[in-house]
């Protein structure tokens, strides 16, 4: 065999492996077929779960249970009104039997005189306490007196009015906080005062002269109202007790009471100041706060008359117009 065959058998030889080496790297690179997909409809669908149940531990104490209302009704805070006391120094009936002295008329006509001197005097001899109230309300129902006469009497009656003497007992009490026993419970009884003598500590007050109470300021305001001298009519309600002093017990579980009535006659509220620490004196304000509301009452029965004066309307200004171009100029003033 001569050396070209030689040569060319080696050429197809080497033609046919490299056509086998390309054959088995095509089937090796060759992408595998992947498992077709699920629908889209499939692959969104959630998945069930199953549920959970939790068990929660209720503690009774954090249930907030609804108020209990005690009572059915409307609870309303009763208006505050003049005060009786102040209002009867100007009715008909106490006009009637004042009498005005010659003094009295005298000052007053002083309260109009043209020197302020005796201005200030003649207010003086008014403001005396010879002088009460109910003649200055009645020198004001008079008429007849000038603005300067009235401001001034309306002045010396508001005084007077504010230092009337006040009424007292002398105790010192508590709501007794029972809708089915209502009335003040008596917690401290004054030395030497008018509840001393016919009261013990522990009573309860269910009325002053027919009028039920409900409160402290119910009581403050009933004796303070009236005047030092007067009488009250107290109806209590007294816990019985044994032979201990323990209060005795019916069987329905409450205690076993005595009603009882006394006629007390008060004394000043002045007296109260001696015991200012042992008294609670907010409540006592109720008393002035009437008295003044009452008189404003009296201001707007006494008081002069206000006049309106309207004010004249400003007049138009007037404007000058510009002298027109054919209008004759006048020559300027010169003095001769």
Same mark, same amino acid.
């Given at each position: 065999?001569?050396?070209?065959?030689?040569?060319?058998?080696?050429?197809?030889?080497?033609?046919?492996?490299?056509?086998?080496?390309?054959?088995?790297?095509?089937?090796?690179?060759?992408?595998?077929?992947?498992?077709?997909?699920?629908?889209?409809?499939?692959?969104?669908?959630?998945?069930?779960?199953?549920?959970?149940?939790?068990?929660?531990?209720?503690?009774?104490?954090?249930?907030?249970?609804?108020?209990?209302?005690?009572?059915?009704?409307?609870?309303?805070?009763?208006? +505050?009104?003049?005060?009786?006391?102040?209002?009867?120094?100007?009715?008909?009936?106490?006009?009637?039997?004042?009498?005005?002295?010659?003094?009295?008329?005298?000052?007053?006509?002083?309260?109009?005189?043209?020197?302020?001197?005796?201005?200030?005097?003649?207010?003086?001899?008014?403001?005396?306490?010879?002088?009460?109230?109910?003649? +200055?309300?009645?020198?004001?129902?008079?008429?007849?007196?000038?603005?300067?006469?009235?401001?001034?009497?309306?002045?010396?009656?508001?005084?007077?009015?504010?230092?009337?003497?006040?009424?007292?007992?002398?105790?010192?009490?508590?709501?007794?906080?029972?809708?089915?026993?209502?009335?003040?419970?008596?917690?401290?009884?004054?030395? *030497?005062?008018?509840?001393?003598?016919?009261?013990?500590?522990?009573?309860? +007050?269910?009325?002053?002269?027919?009028?039920?109470?409900?409160?402290?300021?119910?009581?403050?305001?009933?004796?303070?109202?009236?005047?030092?001298?007067?009488?009250?009519?107290?109806? +209590?309600?007294?816990?019985?007790?044994?032979?201990?002093?323990?209060?005795?017990?019916?069987?329905?579980? *409450?205690?076993?009471?005595?009603?009882?009535?006394?006629?007390?006659?008060?004394?000043?509220?002045?007296?109260?100041?001696?015991?200012?620490?042992?008294?609670?004196?907010?409540?006592?304000?109720?008393?002035?706060?009437?008295?003044?509301?009452?008189?404003?009452?009296?201001?707007?029965?006494?008081?002069?008359?206000?006049?309106?004066?309207?004010?004249?309307?400003?007049?138009?200004?007037?404007?000058?117009?510009?002298?027109?171009?054919?209008?004759?100029?006048?020559?300027?003033?010169?003095?001769?």
């Amino acid at each position: 065999m001569n050396s070209s065959r030689i040569n060319t058998l080696r050429c197809i030889a080497s033609a046919l492996a490299v056509a086998m080496t390309v054959a088995a790297l095509a089937q090796d690179v060759k992408p595998k077929q992947s498992k077709p997909l699920p629908p889209v409809a499939n692959r969104l669908s959630p998945v069930a779960i199953p549920p959970v149940v939790v068990k929660v531990k209720v503690d009774p104490l954090a249930i907030q249970q609804p108020p209990v209302q005690l009572w059915g009704g409307n609870l309303r805070q009763a208006p +505050i009104t003049p005060a009786p006391e102040v209002v009867r120094l100007w009715e008909a009936q106490t006009l009637a039997s004042v009498r005005i002295s010659a003094q009295d008329l005298s000052a007053v006509a002083e309260l109009d005189s043209r020197e302020f001197v005796r201005r200030e005097a003649a207010g003086a001899r008014l403001r005396a306490p010879g002088v009460t109230a109910e003649v +200055i309300f009645a020198i004001l129902s008079q008429g007849d007196l000038s603005v300067e006469q009235r401001e001034r009497l309306l002045t010396i009656a508001q005084e007077k009015v504010l230092a009337l003497p006040r009424g007292a007992l002398g105790l010192r009490m508590q709501p007794s906080g029972d809708m089915r026993n209502p009335g003040v419970e008596v917690l401290l009884l004054l030395p *030497g005062m008018p509840a001393e003598r016919v009261l013990k500590i522990g009573d309860r +007050i269910e009325r002053i002269d027919g009028q039920p109470l409900a409160t402290s300021s119910d009581l403050v305001e009933i004796i303070q109202s009236k005047m030092p001298g007067e009488s009250v009519r107290l109806s +209590i309600a007294r816990q019985q007790r044994d032979d201990r002093g323990k209060p005795k017990i019916d069987p329905a579980g *409450g205690f076993v009471e005595d009603r009882m009535e006394f006629e007390v006659a008060l004394t000043t509220a002045v007296d109260l100041d001696k015991f200012e620490d042992l008294l609670a004196s907010p409540i006592r304000s109720i008393v002035l706060e009437r008295r003044l509301l009452a008189l404003r009452e009296a201001e707007a029965r006494f008081a002069p008359e206000t006049l309106k004066v309207s004010a004249p309307l400003p007049a138009p200004d007037r404007v000058k117009k510009p002298a027109s171009r054919d209008a004759p100029i006048e020559p300027p003033l010169t003095d001769d």
